[in-house]
T-cell receptor, first 117, second 112 residues
Framework: AQTVTQSQPEMSVQEAETVTLSCTYDTSESDYYLFWYKQPPSRQMILVIRQEAYKQQNATENRFSVNFQKAAKSFSLKISDSQLGDAAMYFCAYRSALLANAGKSTFGDGTTLTVKP | SQTIHQWPATLVQPVGSPLSLECTVEGTSNPNLYWYRQAAGRGLQLLFY??????ISSEVPQNLSASRPQDRQFILSSKKLLLSDSGFYLCAWSVRTRETQYFGPGTRLLVL
């Protein structure tokens, strides 16, 4: 079974600065997807960024980028120019690409990000 | 565009009472559907998933059950709620197995 570990329960960053959230995972599969989701106080899960394991290039979405290290099974999220609206709980998620697994996802326990003005 | 609805948004129920949470998806056909539960301050735990009408797979043995009576409707039920059933329940969908999951707004359940 796959596991996802987020070793930082809480992080804080000064507004306009950069912060990196860590995520490691364990799997024996070679084809999979990795995601970062944001959960603000409303508790709506919002997709931040997605990475396909077969792609070597790191995904980027505006101020959000990832550092995907497949051999190390590491998938960190970098938030540049942090804004007050970035404050939320961030979840790392693993999703198998095997059809037999029907797209089931495994989530980490989350990192609560505080943005200081 | 696709949208996903969940209701009710909040529910307070006594121990031993029945439960029915509903999730519907609009704007797509034959989606994969998922029920997750989130305990306070924790990640999401997959409870059930469905790849088609009447096809339900359970991930965790528990006091809950799921049904998919229509293509875009997913229902989470219980005959008798336990205190441990309290939590935040999220429904999600994806177009296919290899596609991104999108989540509904969730239901806050408090069992007293």
């Amino acid at each position: 079974a796959q596991t996802v570990t987020q070793s930082q329960p809480e992080m804080s960053v000064q507004e306009a600065e950069t912060v990196t959230l860590s995520c490691t995972y364990d799997t024996s599969e070679s084809d999979y997807y990795l995601f970062w989701y944001k959960q603000p106080p409303s508790r709506q899960m919002i997709l931040v960024i997605r990475q396909e394991a077969y792609k070597q290039q790191n995904a980027t979405e505006n101020r959000f980028s990832v550092n995907f290290q497949k051999a190390a099974k590491s998938f960190s999220l970098k938030i540049s120019d942090s804004q007050l609206g970035d404050a939320a709980m961030y979840f790392c998620a693993y999703r198998s690409a095997l059809l037999a697994n029907a797209g089931k996802s495994t989530f980490g326990d989350g990192t609560t990000l505080t943005v200081k003005p | 565009s696709q949208t996903i609805h969940q209701w009710p948004a909040t529910l307070v129920q006594p121990v031993g009472s029945p439960l029915s949470l509903e999730c519907t998806v609009e704007g797509t056909s034959n989606p994969n559907l998922y029920w997750y539960r989130q305990a306070a301050g924790r990640g999401l735990q997959l409870l059930f998933y469905s790849v088609g009408i009447g096809q339900i797979s359970s991930e965790v043995p528990q006091n809950l059950s799921a049904s998919r009576p229509q293509d875009r409707q997913f229902i989470l039920s219980s005959k008798k709620l336990l205190l441990s059933d309290s939590g935040f329940y999220l429904c999600a969908w994806s177009v296919r197995t290899r596609e991104t999951q999108y989540f509904g707004p969730g239901t806050r359940l408090l069992v007293l």
